[in-house]
Nanobody, 117 residues
Framework: QAQLVESGGDLVQPGGSLRLSCASS????????MGWYRQAPGKQRELVAT???????DYGDSVKGRFTISRDYAKNTLYLQMNSVKPEDTAVYSC???????????WGQGTQVTVSS
């Protein structure tokens, strides 16, 4: 079992930066991969970024070059650094974690990011 709790969502102006955090109740070393997804009102949930235990990363096309996923094993926390944000980045951002060769098992409750001037 694991609980994931996101934080860091806020109102930010276009072109600004924000860092989201996803704290795990237990060690994140046991997870094969962790990731961030987002869902805007009226839209399907979409991939933002994922990272494997080996450090391999993958990003959605709309955030490549602007967002960076990382994790801190000592703090059992996953991060999403968001730079050069755009209004279309407005969404609820959720983190997840999963094991090898399986879909994500654990999900956080989400944190709201709003990009607006």
């Amino acid at each position: 079992q694991a609980q994931l709790v996101e934080s860091g969502g806020d109102l930010v102006q276009p072109g600004g930066s924000l860092r989201l955090s996803c704290a795990s109740s237990g060690s994140i070393l046991r997870f094969y991969s962790m990731g961030w997804y987002r869902q805007a009102p009226g839209k399907q949930r979409e991939l933002v970024a994922t990272i494997t235990y080996a450090g391999s990363t993958d990003y959605g096309d709309s955030v490549k070059g602007r967002f960076t996923i990382s994790r801190d094993y000592a703090k059992n926390t996953l991060y999403l650094q968001m730079n050069s944000v755009k209004p279309e980045d407005t969404a609820v951002y959720s983190c997840n974690a999963g094991y090898y060769n399986s879909p994500p098992v654990y999900w956080g409750q989400g944190t709201q990011v709003t990009v607006s001037s």
